[in-house]
């Protein structure tokens, strides 16, 4: 069993809708948690940094940890076709990278 | 705006042929680290370095070596090329204890 679940999709949803992303995890001493946004042949780009549980929201953007259930979410409000991409979920135990536990990423299509 | 940056966006080499991949960032940043993403297997740590000259091996580090002469710069060396290490490579950096990385565009390699 992987340390970090991610459904790959593809998932495919119409311009504003609500989309939900999510990671499950079995590694009980994760407490940094991470969403990056990946666009087609480039890098990921940090989107969403949560320490520990809890909820955090930036614009159009909410990550949710829930550590009882191993659980983290994305949430995309009013989503875009911009928003087209790769987002993977990322977690470590400790502070620092080197650590780092990726998600396969969720492929993302935003219809207009 | 911080900025990591990789020599090539694409490459394409010979089986056999020693390769070199390069990576710089203008951060100041004390960790770097390469990675590869592969379809289905998602981002796997080849090696890390958290200063000038030092290194340490991450998941997958057989094939590969590292050179981090310069806190900027450090390299990634495919000895002797083979087809099973066609792949995208992402280059990331951190700050010493933070955990959110920055990464590079992404190389994407193809060994004939």
């Known amino acids: 069993q992987k340390e970090v679940e991610q459904d790959p999709g593809p998932l495919s949803v119409p311009e504003g809708a609500i989309v939900s992303l999510n990671c499950t995890y079995s590694?009980?001493?994760?407490?940094?948690f991470m969403w990056y946004r990946q666009y087609s042949r480039k890098g990921p780009e940090l989107l969403m940094y949560t320490y520990s549980s809890g909820n955090k929201e930036d614009g159009r953007f909410t990550a949710q940890v829930d550590k009882s259930s191993k659980y983290i979410s994305l949430f995309i409000r009013d989503s875009q076709p911009s928003d087209s991409a790769t987002y993977l979920c990322?977690?470590?135990?400790?502070?620092?990278?080197?650590?780092?536990?990726f998600g396969q990423g969720t492929r993302l299509t935003i219809n207009p | 705006d911080v900025k990591v940056t990789q020599s090539s966006r694409y490459l394409v080499k010979r089986t056999g042929e020693k390769v070199f991949l390069e990576c710089v960032q203008d951060m100041d940043h004390e960790n770097m680290f390469w990675y590869r993403q592969d379809p289905g297997l998602g981002l796997r740590l080849i090696y890390f370095s958290y200063d000038v000259k030092m290194k340490e091996k991450g998941d997958i580090p057989e094939g590969y070596s590292v050179s981090r002469e310069k806190k900027e710069r450090f390299s990634l060396i495919l000895e002797s090329a083979s087809t099973n290490q066609t792949s995208m490579y992402l280059c990331?950096?951190?700050?010493?204890?933070?955990?959110?990385?920055?990464f590079g565009q992404g190389t994407r390699l193809t060994v004939v």
């Open positions: 990331a950096s951190t700050g010493r204890m933070d955990t959110e990385a920055f």
């Open positions: 590694n009980s001493a994760f407490q940094y």
């Open positions: 990322a977690m470590s135990s400790i502070q620092g990278a080197q650590k780092l536990v």
